[in-house]
């Protein structure tokens, strides 16, 4: 690990009102004192940790900002080392100045995530929780940030640590037995190890399990809205939105490509992707349209199929063939279907819809009404349990990756106590499985996982 300063802005680049440049590092303290005027008169290495000052940066004698400098002392900072913040204002020029300034005076600038590295580094986080940093920075709905919280404070980690501190005991048990092979001693009680790695076994079966919503979670749920031209698909695009975010026209095959915007339905992020009818035609580029269409609802995770339930009223059955349709086709994926444009219709020609077609959500993409009963469809489809219940829940896939690797050594020290595996046999799966806990929590770890990971963070954290 570098024992040098660095440097870097901690907050977005670009104008606002202001900006914070951190610094951290053995002389962070000591360069940034040489350049920061207290008003009044305080040498800023004499000051207690977490403690504020107003004064100026001044550089021989041109003063660049009145600014805010934050003193953080080792081991109590973000890092773990002496840690400076300067609140300066929010002018491009103004944060380039004094960033130089540091930089022409012994730091050098941060490289992406180096802050957060330190901190691993330094004991103050664990492997998870240095990446569920940056899950909380990228996190754009509640229930992204919710996790992203949750595993920041430690709950995935501790939940890991734990089974693992458990495991290791009764490894520690096993090797022991290796050394009096020849007396035939068990040390490590065969009822309680089968106990814990049932319970073990299943943790990690929940925690994978959780993969799927969180994966979700994190990046969103894309949702593809299909059906003939000029049924509502853009309206119902903009009804959902709250906007006028897609071109809406009488005119048959107005959307000739995919338009695609996210929103939060109760904390969840749905991205909604408006594509072009479905339907015979010579246009070149409609056709082309209608081709991503079918590519968007392969990719999509739910689909919408709309129509329009006046134009239709006459051939429901018509309507009913073409959703077992790509009901069939795409089998696997859930399908909301919607009757749109119902304000149009009687309750004579209501109940026929509901009559011939299962399952049908009645909707008037122009006038709002069952937008409401659409969002909640939507959300009951997202499997919410667990997070409403605040259970971990798995976004990162190296941690999935590495849960599944666990889980099947796991698997293969339960047969083999079920089987009767001899104790050297045992202990190379247990130490597989332990390899595998350390490498979520950073326990076990090298270079180019590190180097991974934190260059996906930004500048400055």
């Known amino acids: 690990m570098n024992n040098d300063t660095i440097v870097a802005l901690a907050t977005p680049s670009g104008s606002g009102a202001i900006a914070v440049i951190r610094l951290s590092g053995k002389e ?17 290495k004499k000051q207690a940790t977490h403690t504020i000052h107003l004064g100026h940066i001044i550089e021989e004698n041109k003063t660049l900002d009145e600014v805010l400098v934050s003193v953080f002392k080792n081991p109590n900072s973000y890092t773990g080392e002496d840690v400076v913040e300067i609140s300066c204002h929010g002018s491009p020029y103004i944060q380039q100045e004094i960033i130089q300034l540091f930089l022409r005076n012994g730091c050098r600038m941060a490289t992406a995530g180096e802050f957060t590295l330190r901190a691993f580094l330094n004991g103050k986080l664990d492997l998870s929780q240095a990446e569920a940093v940056a899950d909380l920075i990228s996190s754009d709905n509640e229930a992204s940030h919710q996790i992203a919280m949750q595993q920041m404070r430690g709950g995935f980690s501790s939940e890991i640590a734990k089974l693992r501190e458990e495991l290791l005991n009764f490894a520690s048990l096993i090797e022991l037995e290796l050394d009096f092979a020849e007396e035939d001693v068990e040390f490590a009680d065969r009822t309680q190890f089968k106990e814990l790695i049932e319970r073990i076994h299943f943790v990690l079966k929940r925690l994978i399990d959780s993969f799927a919503v969180g994966n979700v979670i994190k990046n969103g749920i894309p949702v593809a809205i299909v059906g003939e031209p000029n049924v509502g698909k853009s309206t119902l695009l903009n009804a959902l939105l709250n906007e006028d975010r897609a071109i809406v026209s009488e005119i ?30 010579n246009d070149v580029v409609e056709s082309i349209g209608i081709k991503k269409t079918f590519e968007k609802i392969e990719q999509s995770q739910v689909t919408i199929y709309l129509f329009d339930a006046l134009k239709n009223i006459n051939n429901l059955e018509d309507v009913r063939i073409e959703i077992e349709k790509i009901r069939n086709k795409y089998s ?19 109940a026929s819809i509901n009559t011939t077609i299962a399952d049908v959500l009645l909707l008037s993409a122009k006038t709002g009404f069952g937008v409401e009963q659409l969002t909640t469809s939507l959300l009951n489809l997202i499997n919410t349990g667990a997070l409403k219940n605040n259970e971990t829940i798995i976004t990162n896939t190296r941690h999935y990756d590495a849960l599944l690797k666990a889980f099947e050594e796991i ?21 597989q499985a332990l390899y595998h806990f350390g490498e979520i929590t950073g326990e076990i770890t090298n270079d180019d996982l590190l180097g991974n990971i934190f260059a996906n963070f930004c500048i400055g954290k």
């Open 252 to 281: 048959a095959g107005t959307t000739r490509d995919t338009i695609e915007d996210e929103i939060s339905i109760g904390g969840i992020g749905f991205r909604f992707i408006d594509t072009a009818g479905i339907r015979e035609t």
């Open 411 to 431: 698997q293969k020290v339960k047969y083999g106590l079920e089987t009767g595996l001899s104790g050297d046999l045992l202990a190379i799966d247990i130490r």
């Open 332 to 350: 696997q994926k859930p399908l909301l279907v919607i009757a749109n444009k119902i304000d149009q219709l009687d309750d004579v020609q209501l």
């Open 28 to 44: 962070a303290i000591s360069i940034a004192s040489q350049f920061f005027k207290s008003v009044s008169n305080k040498d800023l």
